[in-house]
């Protein structure tokens, strides 16, 4: 009953957390865009950075950095901020490209206006710079005007240059300033206050695994089989598609046999400062699996390549702009979606080769029921023995899979009772609404020895960004594209004690210097799965990596039993720069 009780409140407090996530709202602050360099690997990144909107002067810090790999730097001198409503919400929208400059996008669904600073710009330097204001992308509503004046506002202590006010209803802005003197110095924002960001498809090409063509028009004949059409071209479709939407044009029962299509090219209307995601949708056996085949996409034309629709079943691709995360989120009046079905191969001359089977198949049978019984004869007693040492092994991996998992459990309470003692309330519901799926998922799986790789990365996943929120480390997790992740299997909860030993003695004391890297890869017909740490490392003892690395190791070795010809090696190298922890699934793939 204790039990049942502390399950509810883990539930309830989740769901309280989630719920705050949900909710997150801009806030009263000023952004702005810098240069954020790895310290370790030196490789850097634009990312966004926020002050309070009263701590303006903060901002002037970062204008001179000192050390020789500063942390971060801004992206240009001109420091452009952007403040907006303080209770925006959804107003992410992936950075645009223009020239040889990203600019940061920001979707305002409320209607208020963005105000537009630039901290770089002083009474000093003031009448080298202009800006100008472009309308949809096409109109040039303002043109290359001085800085309209110094401002002083949000706990300011030196004037900076004040760009404006803008709002414009239904319209998208383009503000940018530049340098007259250095056109390199160059910095903008892009503010969106359309609502409805559904796309557009012009059309669909097939094109086939058919040798190509070439057509010398207008003296070749008419091709009435081309390997590359217009799906909506019903002449030369091969049937593939018969009916379309009046109101967009696309087909709405486009199917085709397997293997017959090479790509579905996608032809977009033109989106600037509007990136896609784009899902392929697969349902077959009462089953959907959602894959994302693109994020962030820019250009017009998207090929949707065969790999993703090699398996008979009824698909969906699924286009909508792109969020802050990697989840289909827009509602249905933004997203657009193309139905279409793939069909198993037709069986051609069938009743031909179905008599021509019968005699081979008779014979192959008889031979194989001869072999089973005279092998099942020899080799009774000995298959009694196995399966007898196999029950007992069993009941010994399920008796270290029942200490795994309250194990995980109690590490877990223990990192959310340390969020709640520092005061972190919000990171505390984060962490509870991640721990309360984690439990649920770790539940569910408690009877089975072996899970899917995918579904072992979502669970190894969720628990290193619970992991993540406590200690600020960075990780990643590589999968080699050749493995399908949906159908190998692999050992239940193998990876997690690893990750979690790779936390607590390795990079837990190095904040946001620390990194976990994960691979998953395949080699011939085995599975290597390798955790990579930059800590300190340790010595290579029980005592030393934890109990549940100890379980680990007993749980290696019971499956050495049981699967003799699938051999598992377990390998643990420490240095002074790190900890590869190797595991080896021989014959998995």
């Known amino acids: 009953m204790r039990y049942k009780k502390l399950l509810l409140l883990i539930w309830l407090m989740a769901g309280y957390g989630a719920s705050n996530v949900a909710l997150a709202q801009w806030g009263h602050e000023l952004q702005f865009q810098f240069i954020e360099t790895d310290p370790a690997t030196k490789v850097e990144q634009s990312v966004p950075n926020s002050f309070h909107d009263s701590c303006a002067y903060q901002v002037l810090s970062y204008l001179h950095p000192d050390s020789r790999f500063p942390a971060q730097r801004p992206v240009s001198p001109i420091l452009l901020g952007v403040k907006l409503n303080p209770t925006l919400r959804h107003y992410w929208m992936p950075d645009v490209r223009i020239l040889s400059k990203f600019y940061r996008n920001f979707s305002i669904g409320d209607s208020s206006e963005a105000t537009v600073i630039a901290i770089g710009i002083t009474k000093d330097n003031i009448k080298d ?25 949000f706990g300011a ?33 892009i503010f969106d206050w359309r609502k409805i ?11 086939t695994p058919d040798p190509f063509k070439v057509h010398t028009y207008p003296n070749d004949p008419i091709d009435t089989h081309p390997n590359f059409f217009n799906i909506n071209a019903t002449k030369v479709n091969r049937g593939m598609a018969t ?63 065969g790999k993703f629709f090699n398996q ?66 020899q080799s009774n007693i000995k298959l009694r023995r196995a399966a007898q040492e196999k029950e007992i092994v069993g009941l010994k991996l399920q008796s270290i899979r029942a200490q795994l998992n309250p194990h995980f459990m109690f590490n877990s309470l223990t990192s959310i009772q340390n969020l709640i003692n520092k005061n972190n309330i919000t990171g505390a519901n984060y962490y509870l609404s991640k721990f309360a799926g984690l439990t649920r998922q770790v539940l569910d ?14 669970v190894l996943n969720d628990y290193l960004q619970m992991e993540q929120l406590r200690f600020n480390f960075k990780y990643e997790i590589k999968v080699d594209e050749q493995l399908n992740q949906a159908n ?6 193998l990876l997690q004690p690893f990750a979690e030993n790779a936390i607590k003695h390795g990079i837990a004391g190095l904040n946001v210097d620390g990194m976990i890297a994960i691979t998953i890869s395949g080699e011939k017909n085995d599975l290597i799965l390798a955790i990579n740490d930059n800590g300190a490392g340790f010595v290579k003892t029980d005592q030393a990596t934890g109990y549940g690395i100890k379980l680990s190791k007993d749980r290696v070795a019971l499956l050495n039993q049981i699967y003799k010809d699938q051999n598992v090696t377990l390998d643990i190298k420490p240095t002074q720069q ?7 699934l021989s014959n998995w793939i």
């Open 129 to 153: 710079y202009r800006y100008r204001v472009v309308e949809n992308d096409s109109v040039e509503v303002v043109k290359w005007l001085a800085i309209p004046s110094l401002g002083k506002k």
């Open 578 to 584: 790190g900890t590869t922890v190797t595991i080896r």
């Open 445 to 458: 799986s408690s009877n089975e020895e072996v899970l899917s790789l995918e579904d072992e990365l979502n």
């Open 312 to 377: 008979p079943g009824k698909y969906q691709i699924i286009v909508q702009r792109a969020s802050g995360s990697n989840r289909a989120e827009w509602s249905d009046n933004e997203t657009l979606r193309i139905p279409f079905e793939v069909k198993p191969p037709p069986l051609t001359q069938k009743k031909v080769s179905i008599k021509y089977l019968i005699p081979y198949a008779i014979a192959a049978l008889t031979g194989v029921a001869i072999l089973f019984f005279a092998y099942r004869r």
């Open 488 to 493: 190998v299997e692999i050992p239940a909860m």
């Open 243 to 305: 009916q379309f939407d009046k109101k967009t044009g696309l087909p709405t029962d486009m199917k085709f046999n397997v293997d017959s299509v090479k790509f579905i090219n996608l032809y977009l209307k033109d989106h600037p400062a509007i990136t896609y995601t784009i899902f392929i949708l697969r349902t077959a056996n009462g089953k959907s699996d959602t894959t994302m085949i693109a994020y962030n996409f820019a250009d017009n034309m998207f090929p949707v390549h």
């Open 197 to 207: 960001y559904q796309p557009v498809v012009n059309q669909i090409s097939i094109l």
């Open 157 to 189: 202590k030196r004037a900076y240059g004040f760009i404006g006010n803008f709002k414009a209803l239904n319209k998208q802005l383009l503000i940018e300033i530049v340098n007259v003197k250095d056109y390199k110095i160059r910095e903008g924002v």
